[in-house]
């Protein structure tokens, strides 16, 4: 059975740096490119960053870019999202998700169960 598992979260200030892990279990993950999402209280899930199944390819959101960096090691099964300069807003759960490809993963796959960050002074 596909199972993500997001970890790495939690309390950091304003201006640090925080790196979320998705692990996977059941399936290999380099059949899948996996999307970054999140979703602060009362807002809508947003896309974050994506990255294709060899990790040639990635995308990212305007407001993380130059901030968050998306990468993978397919021989870990791991994605990670390494976040820098954490601003209040980027407070949220973040999810990850498994698609065939970045085109499709806003609209089908299988979604971790998510991990707090929380960015406050």
């Known amino acids: 059975q596909l199972q993500l598992v997001e970890s790495g979260g939690g309390l950091v200030q304003p201006g640090g740096s925080l790196t979320l892990s998705c692990a996977a279990s059941?399936?290999?993950?380099?059949?899948?490119?996996i999307g970054w999402f999140r979703q602060a209280p009362g807002k809508e899930h947003e896309g974050i960053s994506c990255?294709?199944?060899?990790?040639?390819?990635?995308h990212y959101e305007d407001f993380v870019k130059g901030r968050f960096t998306i990468s993978r090691d397919n021989a870990k099964n791991t994605v990670y999202l390494q976040m820098n300069n954490l601003k209040p807003d980027d407070t949220a759960v973040y999810y990850c998700?498994?698609?065939?490809?970045?085109?499709?993963?806003?609209?089908?796959?299988?979604w971790g169960q998510g991990t707090q960050v929380t960015v406050s002074s």
């Open positions: 059941g399936f290999p993950l380099a059949d899948y490119a």
């Open positions: 998700r498994a698609s065939s490809a970045c085109a499709w993963v806003r609209v089908q796959g299988t």
């Open positions: 990255i294709s199944p060899s990790g040639v390819s990635t």
